[in-house]
């Protein structure tokens, strides 16, 4: 893989979109969904996952409960219970999926050899993945606290993985500035955390992904690279 390359480039080469998320939950949590019919199963997780980041927007997920989301999805609550029993399950689907790219997309580059072209790779890659499932992963920001005590421990781990693995590349990075690496990496990511958290702000401004994402590689490299 190319370290450099835009979000439409990004978008071809990697199967994140909303049939694969969909068919991912229902393998993943074929033990628990007891709807057997595929088609109808894709449909109906788009429609109860969809509605989910709707009504968490609006009244918050904590304050929603599984009634709401049978309104919102047109499911009666039998129905609902043919895909999740509770609350909890919902949102340990939805960390889940963000655990899985932000593990998977990584390794899409590890043979860059530069460690600086490997750390853009990395850079876009997450900015993209960010922007492909960006209510998943202001979810998984906003409301982890809702989480079983396991489910933010493992969300924790998640995040500190990919810290890790940005800063194991910085630290490869020769003659770079006198600074800690996992400091750097930390930076990185709040940086595009920034861009999924707070998109009102970007949109106001009218910055695509990859005006984000070059600028980013910008700062990156010029500080990196000084």
């Given at each position: 893989?190319?370290?450099?390359?835009?979000?439409?480039?990004?978008?071809?080469?990697?199967?994140?979109?909303?049939?694969?998320?969909?068919?991912?939950?229902?393998?993943?949590?074929?033990?628990?969904?007891?709807?057997?019919?595929?088609?109808?199963?894709?449909?109906?997780?788009?429609?109860?996952?969809?509605?989910?980041?709707?009504?968490?927007?609006?009244v918050?997920?904590?304050?929603?409960?599984?009634?709401?989301?049978?309104?919102?999805?047109?499911?009666?609550?039998?129905?609902?219970?043919?895909?999740?029993?509770?609350?909890?399950?919902?949102?340990?689907?939805?960390?889940?999926?963000?655990?899985?790219?932000?593990?998977?997309?990584?390794?899409?580059?590890?043979?860059?050899?530069?460690?600086?072209?490997?750390?853009?790779?990395?850079?876009?890659?997450?900015?993209?993945?960010?922007?492909?499932?960006?209510?998943?992963?202001?979810?998984?920001?906003?409301?982890?606290?809702?989480?079983?005590?396991?489910?933010?421990?493992?969300?924790?781990?998640?995040?500190?993985?990919?810290?890790?693995?940005?800063?194991?590349?910085?630290?490869?990075?020769?003659?770079?500035?006198?600074?800690?690496?996992?400091?750097?990496?930390?930076?990185?990511?709040?940086?595009?955390?920034?861009?999924?958290?707070?998109?009102?702000?970007?949109r106001?401004?009218?910055?695509?992904?990859?005006?984000?994402?070059?600028?980013?590689?910008?700062?990156?490299?010029?500080?990196l690279?000084?």
């Amino acid at each position: 893989m190319p370290a450099q390359f835009d979000f439409q480039h990004f978008q071809a080469r990697t199967p994140l979109d909303g049939v694969n998320i969909w068919a991912y939950l229902l393998d993943r949590y074929a033990d628990r969904i007891t709807v057997k019919r595929r088609k109808p199963a894709l449909e109906n997780l788009e429609k109860i996952f969809n509605a989910t980041f709707k009504l968490a927007n609006d009244v918050g997920f904590r304050a929603m409960n599984l009634r709401d989301l049978c309104g919102e999805t047109g499911l009666s609550m039998g129905g609902l219970y043919g895909y999740i029993s509770s609350k909890d399950q919902l949102a340990e689907m939805i960390e889940d999926v963000v655990r899985h790219a932000t593990h998977e997309v990584p390794r899409m580059y590890a043979d860059i050899g530069d460690p600086l072209d490997r750390l853009e790779a990395l850079i876009r890659a997450s900015i993209y993945v960010s922007e492909i499932l960006q209510p998943w992963f202001y979810f998984v920001f906003m409301d982890s606290r809702v989480l079983q005590a396991e489910q933010r421990g493992t969300a924790k781990e998640s995040e500190l993985h990919v810290q890790a693995l940005f800063a194991e590349v910085i630290a490869q990075v020769p003659n770079r500035p006198h600074a800690s690496a996992d400091l750097i990496a930390a930076h990185i990511m709040a940086m595009f955390q920034d861009w999924y958290v707070k998109r009102w702000k970007y949109r106001a401004a009218d910055i695509d992904p990859d005006r984000f994402a070059d600028s980013a590689v910008r700062m990156m490299r010029g500080y990196l690279s000084a």
